[in-house]
């Protein structure tokens, strides 16, 4: 095993296909609009050629394949392996992998990563993933945008597949942040296109986190990695500022004089809203009740 090969096997278990031809096999990269050539024309020609110049070159030296690419407006792309695939189906098989279909769907990757012997090859390795199944659109955030994320989107119900993902980025101190396990109640449902729920497991990593132990070969990644973490810079909160939770209640004025007595239970800035009249407080600050065009303080 070297660094090449391992980042190549990342690859082809990320997004490989292999069907009943015995001279080419696919590794589909899932974009969408990140890679889309409608979205940002840029980022898709550099994307061409991470493919062309890297991806290809290593191909060419540890499995003597050829490479060409095609892609959808959908911003999907194909990398075609063509030549002689035994010696890649061999290390495959050598591994306990079978060579059928989209391989991340059923791949267990525990002998893989039994050959992993040092932190380099381990990092080659996730860099595969990350360039094929790592998403980092900028809605892959941590509920707000100061925490960036970057998400291993796993098709299917490979289970075993999440834990010993977790397991080797724990092992170079890559810790990881959330796991969406592959079911309804764990992801949003709302949207149309997941009518016939095929969503997958989401294993999610902080960009900050990832940046600083795991890797990337394609510089289209490594740069958008470093795009969203200055983007979400712009979104660091103070940490002197408290939160404030806004409550919208439909009371009287009165009524809004009662709800004061559980200030001290909620411990944090608390506004009030009423459509007759409002209240809107610190607990660091006078309480202060405005009705209509007058004010008044109440005492704590």
Known sequence: MNTDKAYLLGLIIGGGVFGNAEDVFSIRLPYKKWGSYLENPQRAGEI??????????????????????????GGTWTILCEGDTTAVKNDLMHYGIACEGELRGTADISQVVLELVDDNLKRRFIAGLADT???????????????????????????KFVCELCRLLYSINCIPDQVNWNHPNIHCTSDSYYAQ????????????????????AFRTKAETS?????????????KDVRPEICISLHLPYIQLKMMLACRKLLGVGTSFISGTSALLWDVNTPRTVKSGSSSNTLEN
């Open 197 to 216: 729920w095929n969503k997958g497991f989401k294993l999610r990593i902080l960009l900050d986190q990832y940046a600083q132990f795991g890797a990337f």
């Open 48 to 73: 061409a050629g991470d493919i062309l110049r890297k991806v290809g070159q290593m191909f060419r030296a540890v499995y003597n394949l050829s490479v060409q690419y095609e892609t959808t407006p």
């Open 226 to 238: 470093n795009e969203n973490r200055r983007y979400k810079e712009k979104f660091t909160l103070r």
């Open 133 to 159: 199944i790592g998403s980092m659109a900028k809605s892959q955030r941590r509920f707000t945008d100061e925490h960036q994320i970057i998400s291993f989107e796993i098709k299917g119900y490979n289970f």
